[in-house]
């Protein structure tokens, strides 16, 4: 079964300043189609998951461009230039390329304003 | 714009049964995978069952499988999870969505409690 470890698990960040989420799967992502689908959610508080990254870089519509997502293979970053307070919530990556068992997710990094 | 709502969660006693529903509207909803997934209280995401456009074959979670069963009916562009046996840690919010290796529409999530 693939596994997909997140870190930190909590992400205490400043206004203003940067953030940087890895994730680290225990096989590669990359499909046999070409394809790597390795995915990024956000969670805000009381809402539903939301993309934010699909296929490892590309951004969701209407996603501020301070979020981009990077890596390749088994590591993966997503990274927010400056965060913003809309940007408090738990981001999840999830992994759509091994079929057994299913769409997998990390635990979830928790992003706080300090 | 694509909108999935979800309905059916509720209070359920351990063994019992339910069956959640999700009407689909703004998409083309017969061309797309489509999934359930949960989330228990405080906890983190986990997928629980994708059925494809032709319902020709059906993937389950290892903690679900034998006991929940997803379908579909294009025609009335909804999908379905019917659960039984359901157990205390089956306790979550319900959400379906479509196929995230492609698209990003997620339902507002529908609450199951299983409780005695």
């Known amino acids: 079964d693939v596994v997909m470890t997140q870190s930190p698990l909590s992400l205490p960040v400043t206004l203003g300043q940067p953030a940087s989420i890895s994730c680290r799967s225990s096989?590669?992502?990359?499909?046999?189609?070409?394809?790597?689908?390795l995915h990024w959610f956000q969670q805000r508080p009381g809402q539903s998951p939301r993309r934010l990254i699909y296929?490892?870089?590309n951004r969701d519509s209407g996603v501020p461009d301070r979020f981009s997502g990077s890596g390749s293979g088994t590591d993966f970053t997503l990274k927010i230039s400056r965060v913003e307070a809309e940007d408090v919530g738990v981001y999840y990556c999830?992994?759509?390329?091994?079929?057994?068992?299913?769409?997998?997710f990390g635990q979830g990094t928790k992003l706080e304003i300090k | 714009e694509a909108q999935l709502v979800e309905s059916g969660g509720g209070l359920v006693k351990p063994g019992g049964s339910l069956t959640l529903s999700c009407a689909a509207s703004?998409?083309?909803?017969?061309?797309?995978?489509m999934s359930w997934f949960r989330q228990a209280p405080g906890k983190g995401l986990e997928w629980v069952s994708t059925?494809?456009?032709?319902?020709?074959?059906?993937s389950y979670a290892d903690s679900v499988k034998g006991r929940f069963t997803i379908s579909r009916d294009n025609a009335k562009s909804s999908l379905y999870l019917q659960m039984s046996s359901l157990r205390v840690e089956d306790t979550a919010v319900y959400y379906c969505?479509?196929?995230?290796?492609?698209?990003?529409?997620w339902g507002q999530g529908t609450l199951v409690t299983v409780s005695s």
């Open positions: 999830m992994q759509g390329t091994h079929w057994t068992p299913g769409f997998t």
């Open positions: 096989q590669s992502l990359v499909h046999s189609n070409g394809n790597t689908f």
């Open positions: 703004g998409f083309a909803f017969s061309s797309y995978d």
């Open positions: 296929r490892v870089s």
């Open positions: 969505a479509t196929d995230p290796n492609w698209d990003d529409s």
């Open positions: 059925i494809p456009p032709s319902s020709s074959h059906m």
